[in-house]
């Protein structure tokens, strides 16, 4: 049984990593977030430890790594610019980490923490659940096993409502967050350089406030994507029914079935990680790449080869 630390403990994802610390027979130990809004690890590890200021969740940590009680691995769910902090903190416990993607927000913060990795010798996992995911894995077999020379069209798209609270918060802050391409995109081209291969060109068509798309040139690929984070960018028939989230992949126009299974994929990346099969730093660089890359081109408009959503209307800023 394996000791876990959780830092991010009030966030939205952070329930699917107790699940799965709980689910893969481990225990934990301590959490922490700045936030109290914690009432669901009564579901879980209700005799936790819980602390609000990091100080003394540093202080507890550090006291049982003296101890028979030592942290094993540390859980990191925090908001994505403190991702980089909070993962050099757990390495220098000691600790094995597993993190939220996006893993860090620059491709040199990979470069800072495999210095820090070898110094301490435990390891660092990403979330890269994608790579779990039944569908996908049958899509890359599928590019694998197709002709060498052929390049396929396919288009990414990926639209999930968020209220005007998500520009409030850390999230609608660039700096911190990433944007749009980061903050929900980051494991969709993780799958797209997983399955199509190396990137050789990266445009951005649409950049705003709400939305971004563009054309992502793969080996094997080229992917025309859109991200959303707006309601009204859903197909009419999603919004008929309701639904708040539309994923789609297609492939020379088939479609991709790969809308069920995401709730579980925390508990198998889990299972993967300690088993020792887990994806380390150098394995989320190219993604991090990518948005990187997006956040500092300037979008070139409808021009090209682009997302059919692309011509969707713009909209105003919720707060001007």
């Known amino acids: 049984m394996k000791k876990f630390a959780l830092i991010g403990a009030a966030g939205f994802i952070a329930p699917r990593h107790m699940k799965a610390i709980k689910e893969t027979g481990n225990q934990l130990v301590a959490a922490y977030d700045k936030f109290d809004s914690v009432g669901i690890m009564d579901s879980y590890f209700p005799v936790a430890d819980f602390f609000t200021e990091f100080e003394r969740f540093d202080r507890y940590v550090e006291k049982l790594k003296r101890s028979e009680n030592k942290i094993d691995m540390v859980s990191v769910c925090s908001p994505n610019y403190l991702h980089d902090a909070h993962i050099r903190f757990g390495l220098r416990i000691g600790a094995d980490i597993i993190c939220e993607k996006p893993l860090v927000l620059n491709p040199w913060n990979i470069d800072g923490l495999k210095l820090v990795e070898e110094e301490s010798g435990a390891k660092v996992y ?74 050789k060109s990266n445009i951005v068509h649409i950049k705003t406030h709400d939305r ?65 099969y887990g994806f380390g730093l150098e394995e989320a660089r190219s993604s991090i790449e990518i948005v990187h890359d997006i956040r500092q081109q300037k979008e070139i408009g409808l021009k090209g080869d682009y997302h059919p959503f692309a011509r969707l209307p713009l909209a105003e800023h919720p707060f001007i």
């Open 212 to 276: 971004v798309a563009g054309l992502l040139e793969l080996e094997k690929g080229n992917v025309r994507w859109f991200l959303s984070i707006n309601e009204n960018t859903l197909p009419e028939s999603i919004q008929k029914k309701g639904l708040s989230i539309y994923r789609s992949i297609t492939l020379e126009g088939e479609e991709i079935e790969f809308s069920d299974g995401f709730v579980d994929l925390h508990t198998e990346s889990y299972k993967q990680i300690l088993a020792g």
């Open 126 to 199: 990403n979330i890269l659940q994608l790579r779990l995911h039944p569908a996908i894995i049958a899509l890359k077999k599928r590019i694998k096993e197709g002709p060498k020379d052929k390049v396929y069209d396919v288009d990414l798209t990926y639209i999930s409502s968020r209220g005007n609270w998500y520009y409030s918060s850390w999230k609608g802050d660039e700096s911190k967050s990433g944007g749009i391409a980061t903050n929900i995109g980051i494991h969709f081209f993780d799958m797209l350089v997983w399955v199509f291969g190396k990137v």
